[in-house]
């Protein structure tokens, strides 16, 4: 029988066999691949050299980790983002603490250690350039602060304007040289932080206490000296909350596509300072589909709103389309016990309807990150960074934001919330490049901006890189049981949010699928076979000449990964790569004339998977002289 490893748990089943003591059943009712400690993180400098769908908001280098988390700590967090899939690390780089104690004075040994740590586990990652030191904050800092206080609006003073957008660009510069992994002037090891984004949702009081107008003036600043750094460097515009593209409640809070607009009324070059638009459609107290909404403010909808400004903006300022990325989406697990997670606590949330009690279960939780990330994907949404790994503050920001981790704190143990297992299992089956393919034929919901979301079954289809076909289906309401016709020529396995292989029932080529709340994945594989490309090879090559090496692509003509031995019957032609696995790997083979008389050979390269073989003839032919001929020289 053919071995190989399925797309859809391979990194699920890779954290148990390395993290998790071995299952006692052959169908365990749980895989989790979330070890109890671990001392570091996994030994790889190979961080990712193009975007993927899977990031986190990680705060591996937050001050507050130093007495909370400790070095231990951080690497234990290091590990288990890695472990669920996370792919990229989404950092602040705090201005106010880089350069906290003057101008030229830089402190970059805590920064420098926690990115060389995330780049050696092999996390991208994407670098905040926010917070301002207090010798480079405006002078009126104290009044802004207290400006919406009676609101119950409060803005910490490293989040005031700087009074020199230079200062700033001069920090924006020297931190992208320092991170971007040339080798020159870099920090220790040169970890590569590949993305920049200029501040943090300055479309909130909080954390923007100044103008539209002001804040051009330092995206702009810190755009240019961004990409004088590194050129090759992606630089997104701040993260920017948005509901419905016009709200705004008069205490300093507005909606992020709002706040563009004056952003780019004030100055209009700012259309050419950002390389992606990435927003945060936040909806903390309510499914992202949840039935009643209206369409435009679900999560649908808000992210079909960012699309259309992306391009009626376009169509306005001209340019090539912009990727959308979301840098920010969570649900916290709150509880009624916990008072500061109560609108009550925060009087400026009634301004956008949220429910008395902000948070979800942690049931509730798990389902919404899967159906987050499917309607991201849906909408051709480049990048989603979830937010967050585990709470830096441990709790004691005493806000509902830190109710949204998807890991305890120290205390707990960082224990696995069910998200976490949820997050593994999604990068496990949707991971390497999944094309979603379109609405599946059981797929009920249809969107309108202007009516209420409808009770509706969700079915949306996915092709992965190695040729799996992916129906995750859900319903935003009730339960139902119902018939997927499968595909001609392709068997079905059937799992559930957590990854759990479940009983999947097949008559007259359809899968009986009970659906709900809790996303399930059914997969579509064809049977293995063997493909090689070139299926010949044939050499020329002179007396005593060095060895030749020669390159074979081996790959699964079915669907998922394939692992393959290969052997030669004769010693002029040594296979390199004996053994390989993947959908796509590569076999090479080297071939020396060494011994031989001139004349021609011929021999058979075997490759096997399984019960599966294919042969490869190889012919060598040795000459004593090679003749090149060349085409004629015409001049005039």
Request: proline residues 6%.
């Amino acid at each position: 029988m053919i071995q190989r490893i399925n797309h859809v748990a391979a990194m699920i089943v890779v954290a148990v066999i390395l993290l998790s003591a071995p299952a006692t059943s052959a169908q365990p009712s749980t895989m989790s691949p979330f070890g109890t400690t671990t001392s570091s993180a996994p030994a790889t400098s190979a961080q990712p050299s193009t975007i993927s769908m899977f990031g986190m908001n990680t705060y591996f280098s937050g001050r507050e980790r130093i007495s909370r988390d400790g070095d231990a700590g951080v690497a234990t967090l290091v590990a288990k983002g890695r472990q669920i899939g996370a792919a990229w690390a989404r950092e602040e780089m705090s201005w106010g603490n880089i350069e906290r104690n003057g101008k030229g004075i830089w402190s970059w040994d805590l920064f420098d250690q926690r990115l060389g740590e995330a780049a050696q586990a092999g996390y991208g990652i994407v670098g905040m350039l926010l917070t301002t030191p207090a010798w480079a904050t405006v002078s009126d800092c104290s009044q802004r602060m207290v400006r919406y206080a009676s609101a119950g609006v409060y803005a910490a003073d490293y989040w005031c304007p700087p009074a020199n957008p230079q200062d700033f660009a001069d920090y924006v510069r020297a931190v992208v040289e320092r991170y971007d992994g040339d080798g020159i002037n870099d920090a220790p090891g040169s970890p590569r932080v590949a993305v920049w984004q200029i501040w943090n949702e300055p479309n909130a009081w909080e954390t923007w206490p100044g103008s539209p107008a002001e804040f051009a003036s330092i995206w702009q600043a810190g755009y240019a000296a961004a990409k004088a750094a590194d050129p090759t460097a992606i630089v997104t515009s701040p993260g920017l909350y948005i509901f419905d593209g016009q709200w705004r409640d008069g205490v300093g809070h507005g909606d992020g596509l709002r706040f563009l607009n004056d952003v780019l009324a004030a100055r209009p070059a700012i259309w050419a300072s950002f390389d992606v638009l990435a927003v945060h459609p936040y909806m903390p107290d309510v499914a992202p589909d949840k039935p009643g909404l209206y369409g435009s403010i679900s999560l649908w909808g808000r992210l079909n709103m960012a699309r259309l400004w992306l391009n009626s903006h376009t169509a306005s300022y001209g340019g090539s389309p912009r990727p959308l990325w979301v840098s920010e989406i969570g649900w916290p697990t709150c509880t009624a016990a916990q008072s500061y997670c109560t609108v009550a606590a925060a009087p400026q949330l009634n301004a956008i309807g949220l429910d008395a009690l902000v948070g979800k279960s942690e049931d509730q939780q798990a389902n919404y990150l899967v159906r987050a990330y499917a309607i991201a994907m849906a909408l051709g949404v480049q990048h989603v960074s979830w937010f967050q790994l585990e709470d830096k503050f441990d709790g004691s920001a005493k806000n509902f934001w830190q109710e949204a981790a998807i890991f305890g704190t120290v205390s707990e143990g960082y224990r696995a919330k069910p998200a976490a297992l949820a997050y593994a299992t999604m990068v496990g089956v949707l991971a390497g490049g999944a094309r979603f393919l379109g609405l599946g034929s059981l797929n009920t919901f249809g969107y309108s901006p202007t009516s209420l979301v409808p009770s509706a079954r969700f079915h949306l289809r996915f092709l992965t890189s190695d040729n799996q076909l992916v129906d995750l289906l859900w319903r935003n309401s009730g339960n139902e049981t119902v018939n997927l016709p499968l595909e001609p020529g392709r068997t079905a396995a059937l799992r559930d949010r957590s990854g759990n292989l479940l009983n999947t029932f097949v008559s007259g080529g359809s899968a009986r699928l009970a659906l709900n709340e809790s996303p399930i994945y059914l997969i579509q594989n064809t049977a293995p076979g063997l493909s090689m490309t070139p299926n010949s090879i044939t050499s020329l090559m002179q007396s005593g000449a060095p060895q030749q090496r020669v390159t074979i692509t081996v790959s699964n003509s079915g669907s998922g990964a394939i692992t393959w031995s290969a052997t030669t019957n004769a010693g002029w032609a040594s296979v390199e790569t004996p053994t390989g696995q993947g959908y796509r790997s590569t076999l090479n083979l080297s071939l020396s004339p060494t011994g031989l008389a001139p004349g021609s050979y011929n021999a058979i390269l075997h490759v096997t998977s399984g019960a599966i073989a294919q042969d490869i003839p190889l012919r060598l032919v040795v000459s004593t002289t090679l003749w090149r001929s060349y085409l004629p020289f015409v001049g005039r």
